[in-house]
């Protein structure tokens, strides 16, 4: 999976870039498996592509397109997906995308992070060797893709506000 | 000759009507598109603030690409504070989304008789009622927008209460802090009661080339890695200034009095990443990410730059970094134009130390230098155009007409826009830049960065001399600021950060910039031809102003920089011809003195 450091993000999208740039030769968001949340308001930001959580309730496509590759990694047999978005909503932190009739899921570039790469704060890594993590508390999360992203980051984020309000500071 | 061409949405307020259209087929994106739209379709002598005003926001082919650092939109109409070409650029997330929405440049016209926004949802274009936004600042707006339009990714571009109250600096902001600040394009938003813009694109930029494309890209993260300003940059971002201004002897300290401040290490960037920044962010696709969120007792946010410290502090002769930085953001917030609002705030200052103003004049509010009442309080003051806000609000050249002869000698404006926070004296190119170029004063226009590097060879390769790359003689710059203006209005056009591209010495050059649209475009353009279409909208942008009345006598400085040596520090004694300068300039243009 790709893990994002939250601390260390600093909401550039250039993983968005590589990541649509790699897969289709093209740049725009919409064809990122890896999104950047942005909290603008209370300084938040980060990455999240497939987390390859414990729960993996994407898993319960209509048509058993998807299955678990040897990395952990969700791969999707096209000829099977009807493009229902059932997976993209049941995602609990907004990690696969859709476009053009199908989801977008980080495949891992093969083996090639592409977003890992690209990352110019070290904020990104590949893990390869991860147990998977729950997130069964975000299994109940309200709304699209797009604010299960923010709802995630916002609450990852809540004690690192606490340590600024405490006084940390980048150089301290 | 046509290079590129984008889709253009027209935007008539006054009827809620959109059509699609091209952009103008002589330019390459950006400020070009723009400066041509206002050139060919605006009425000569308008209100600027009336429904006649054209307000352009244009991007360009490259923006949303894989080239870093291409993340500006381009906000151009005939300036309320100026009364000539008015135009500036924001960085940020909002430019890339437009460009993948499909448009190129949108151009508004009319005026709506009811606050509205504008929704872009890729081919979905609407005029949407914007009633329950009043009042609201940037933040609030764009959050607002972002939760009832159940999207927290919508890139939004909005005004604040100065924008609405036509403050004449007001700003058009993305990304709660990213401004497209200077000329007050935010209060002709405002006088269009055009509130917002919010975007969600989908559509791809593709290289017609890409190997020869992400071959530039590539080439190009790599230049900027390895240039020598990478570092600090990275670091500090703009706020490294401070102590290099310091180091040269142009800090404006207690507005233009003197080069010495003597509480530097308790406001410069050092001391802002010791006390106040929490985390570095970033503007898109960007390998610096200079940028800073700063948390403080009195609010957070994102900034400030150099501008808005520097002019919060060594200017007002504050030095209390944590007020400064909480005026930033507050600033910010209601939409006005950090330069400006810094500016007025050290000029008011100035003229109470003389004795011009009293505090009992402005509502008996304390305007000693430094003061936190003054800085806390004015700009909202300004913003709400409350007591003596509404005059301030109209921007020193015309506030000083009101407190007298003696009041207007102090200001730091050129043709109505306030100066930036360096002391033009000792940084002569850039004095010259503020004097001449077409937005009025200003140094982010192009900046005549070489003359501070000593390096001779590399003056000689880009302008042909080699005095150019000195920062104290007055030789060579005219073809140093006819160079500068050159690539301030490529980056204008390719959208790129000009702290990258101007600012970073020499990182990018026409031949580059020739490469990259040669590769995004698939067919060769050439070094030449870029160059030719910014003389060309350099001309165009003179010939506008000319037109709004523009005198030849409006191309200097203010006397207090002319006349008055620099008093104290390392460029002491430094004075400055500045009609010389001018004369050379013009030269270089081909222009006639009168």
Known sequence: MIHCELRICVGCRMCEVACSSFHFGSVTRAMSRIRVAKLESVGLEMAIACLSCLEKPCLECPTTALSVGDKGEIILDEDLCTSCQICVDACPVGAIGFYDHLPLYCDLCDGATSCVTACPSGALSYIEDHRDSSLVSFLQTDGNPNQKRANYVSVQGEPIREEWKDGLRVDS | ?594
């Open chain 2, 1 to 594: 000759m046509s290079i590129c061409r984008g889709t253009s949405l027209r935007v008539d307020l006054t009827y809620g009507k959109v059509e699609k259209s091209q952009t103008p087929d002589n330019g390459i994106g950006g400020r070009t598109w723009n400066s041509i739209t206002l050139m060919n379709e605006l009425k000569p002598g308008i209100d600027p603030l009336g429904p006649e005003n054209i307000l352009c926001i244009a991007v360009g082919p490259l923006t949303g690409s894989e080239l870093i650092g291409t993340c500006r939109f381009i906000a151009s109409a005939k300036s309320p504070l100026t009364g000539i070409l008015g135009d500036s650029g924001a960085r940020g997330f909002f430019a890339p989304e437009l460009r993948w929405a499909g448009y190129q440049q949108i151009v508004f016209t009319g005026a709506s008789d009811r606050w509205t926004y504008l929704f872009i949802d890729d081919d979905k274009v609407e005029l949407r009622d914007a009633s329950h936004l009043v009042g609201l600042d940037i933040t609030e707006t764009t959050v607002q927008l972002q939760d009832e339009l159940h999207d927290p990714d919508l890139q939004v571009a909005a005004i604040g209460p100065a924008g609405e109250n036509l403050v004449r600096y007001s700003i058009i902001s993305c990304n709660l802090a990213r401004a497209a600040g200077r000329t007050g394009m935010g209060a002709v938003m405002g006088s269009k009661k055009l509130k917002a813009i919010v975007v969600r694109g989908s559509k791809p930029v593709t290289a017609v080339d890409p190997k020869r494309f992400k071959n530039t890209c590539e080439q190009f993260k790599q230049r900027i890695e390895e240039n020598d300003e990478f570092e600090d940059r990275h670091k500090f971002g703009t706020t490294k200034i401070m102590d290099e201004l310091a180091e040269m002897g142009v800090l404006p300290a207690y507005h233009y009095r003197t080069a010495l401040f003597d509480d530097l290490k308790k406001v410069n960037g050092t001391a802002l990443r010791r006390e106040h920044v929490v985390k570095a962010k970033s503007c898109y696709n960007c390998n610096i990410y200079c940028s800073r969120y700063t948390y403080t007792k009195y609010n957070e946010g994102e900034g400030p730059e150099y501008e808005a410290q520097a002019g919060f502090t060594v200017k007002c002769g504050n030095p209390d970094l944590e007020l400064a930085v909480a005026v930033s953001n507050t600033v910010n917030r209601l939409g006005l134009d950090c330069i400006s609002m810094g500016e007025v705030i050290a000029w008011l200052m100035e003229c109470r130390h003389e004795g011009i103003v009293s505090d009992a004049e402005v509502g008996d509010i304390d305007l000693s230098w430094g003061s936190k009442e003054a800085l806390l309080r004015l700009p909202e003051m300004v913003a709400h155009r409350e007591g003596i806000g509404d005059l301030l609000a109209e921007g020193t050249k015309r506030a000083a007409k009101q407190f007298g002869e003696e009041a207007q000698k102090l200001t730091a404006e050129v043709k109505g826009l306030e100066l930036f926070s360096a002391d033009p004296r000792g940084i002569k190119g850039y004095a010259l830049m503020n004097a001449v170029n077409s937005r009025g004063g200003d140094h982010y226009r192009g900046e005549p960065s070489i003359e501070l590097t000593g390096d001779e060879e590399l003056a000689l390769k880009r302008t042909g001399n080699r005095d150019a790359a000195h920062r104290l003689k007055e030789e060579g710059k005219g073809v140093l600021v006819n160079y500068a203006e050159h690539m301030g209005i490529l980056s204008d056009s390719m959208t790129l950060c000009k702290n990258i591209s101007c600012c970073m010495v020499d990182v990018i050059g026409f031949d580059f910039a020739a490469e990259a649209y040669s590769g995004l475009l698939g067919r060769d353009i050439k070094a030449q031809q870029l160059w030719e279409i910014c003389s060309y909208v350099s001309q165009v942008e003179r010939e506008f102003n000319i037109r709004e009345g523009l005198q030849p006598e409006d191309d200097t400085l203010p006397a207090r920089f002319v006349d008055y040596p620099i008093p104290d520090g390392p460029a002491k004694g430094t004075t400055i011809d500045i009609d010389r300068m001018v004369k050379d300039y013009y030269k270089e243009k081909g222009w006639k003195n009168n």
